[in-house]
């Protein structure tokens, strides 16, 4: 581990990064200068580019990743869902893709976890259909994939739509194919702690032409028109659909379903379109990050879980999470305090949404009834994994540790 000079400040290990380079910067001032900051060019610009690194048709860029998941569920409504209808959505994850499908006016249906993967159990899936089950939220947790093929074979199976939620593994693989492109759409957030960032942000990536009109005018409040200039800010010219129908009705103010305000601004738009070129990059460095720590961490493999990929399994980390195993003769907040102590960040493993985030208290779940994501719940705690993570602060972090399991 490097000498620190005595008055450098404490070391501290995030669990997130920014760092926009001179490309983003100039983007963000010609966005300025030009003085058009909501959507515009660099909104289309990020969305091919991203769409396009997918090898997908249409990116529809949104405030948010959790607006993504919303819009995303939300065109579930124009294909015959019922408002009430429900979306399967592992039990353990971020709490917002459950929040989506309620804002969505669909409601979050849990299915528990596989607790070594810590993505969305198969079985566990079947055994949560209903006969009002419309989809399944496919959620690649920490980055991992989640099992695609066996999804994808149960959505097909029960005429179910299958969406990704790709929020926490951009350039991850299954298979050897980018996640994203396995179900009707997926969705990322861009928000400052993921893989890419644009400070705030969420995109929908599709292939298909109507889901992908319909998350146009989801994000846009319900808006019926889709042409260029009602969509993007592009120019100032009239939208030549406007009176269509008929010369009392601006189309403008006319709305075909209940949608959100939700759309991504220029000067996020710009930050992007310079992370998806260093996407590979970005993806690459976070997978040395993985492999370090596995590899430097596999001597305490009896009382931490690591994060190793599965077979045809390419992890993109947001994170690196440990699992305190039960052999453990430490609680998890004995070492997350050590560590906390010592400057390296760490977050909970998002807990059991049903059964251990009070905000859905009201659903009525009891506690066993999602024993894997209870587990991973209670004992799940990560740290960052990110590329402006150094050799040397990952070789502290790797110290810190090996200071706390000395003691056992
Ligand atoms: C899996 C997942 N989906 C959706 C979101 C929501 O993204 P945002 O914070 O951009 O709303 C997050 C978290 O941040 C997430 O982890």
Not at 37 to 64: C, W
Not at 101 to 110: D, E, I, K, N, S
Not at 193 to 200: C, D, F, K, P, W
Request: with cysteine; net charge negative.
């Amino acid at each position: 581990m490097g000498k620190r000079k005595a008055d450098s400040p404490p070391r501290r290990v995030t669990v997130g990064t920014v760092a926009v380079g001179e490309e983003g910067k100039r983007r963000v001032r010609e966005a300025l200068d030009r003085g058009r900051i909501s959507g515009g060019k660099f909104v289309q610009e990020f969305e091919e580019a991203f769409a396009a690194y997918h090898g997908l048709k249409y990116g529809i860029a949104v405030s948010t990743g959790t607006d993504a998941d919303a819009v995303a569920a939300a065109t579930l409504l124009a294909r015959g869902a019922q408002r009430g209808d429900e979306v399967i959505v592992p039990a353990l994850t971020f709490i917002s893709v459950a929040n989506a499908v309620l804002h969505a006016g669909l409601v979050p249906r849990f299915a528990d976890i596989d607790a070594d993967s810590y993505n969305l159990d198969p079985e566990a899936v079947e055994a949560a259909l209903t006969p009002r089950t419309r989809a399944i939220m496919a959620v690649h947790n920490f980055g991992r994939p989640a099992p695609m093929a066996e999804l994808a074979e149960i959505a097909s199976r029960h005429d179910l739509m299958l969406l990704e939620d790709a929020a926490e593994a951009h350039g991850a693989r299954y298979r050897g194919r980018l996640v994203g492109t396995f179900g009707a759409m997926a969705t990322y957030s861009f928000y400052v702690a993921h893989i890419l960032t644009t400070g705030e942000g969420g995109m929908v990536i599709t292939d298909d032409d109507e889901l992908a009109r319909l998350c146009r005018s989801l994000r846009a409040h319900g808006r019926a028109c889709d042409c260029k200039v009602c969509v993007l800010n592009v120019d100032s010219s009239y939208c030549p659909l406007r009176y269509k129908y008929g010369d009392d009705t601006d189309i403008r103010f006319h709305f075909e379903r209940v949608g959100f305000s939700s759309k991504m601004n220029e000067m996020e738009a710009a930050l992007g379109i310079e992370q998806v070129s260093r996407m590979d990059e970005i993806v690459r460095a976070r997978r040395r990050r993985l492999e370090y720590y596995n590899e430097h961490l596999s001597r305490y493999e009896k009382y931490l879980k690591l994060f190793r990929p599965g077979p045809e399994e390419e992890i993109s980390p947001l994170c690196y999470p440990l699992l305190v195993t039960p052999e453990a003769p430490f609680a998890r907040f004995e070492l997350t305090k050590f560590l906390e102590q010592r400057g390296v960040e760490t977050r909970p493993a998002f807990g059991s949404i049903p059964t251990q985030q009070p905000a859905y208290r009201w659903m009525g779940h009891a506690e066993g009834e999602f024993p894997a994501a209870e587990y991973v719940g209670s004992r799940g705690f990560y740290l960052g994994c990110h590329q402006n993570i150094s050799d040397e602060d990952a070789a502290y972090v790797v110290d810190v540790c090996a200071e706390f399991m000395e003691r056992f």
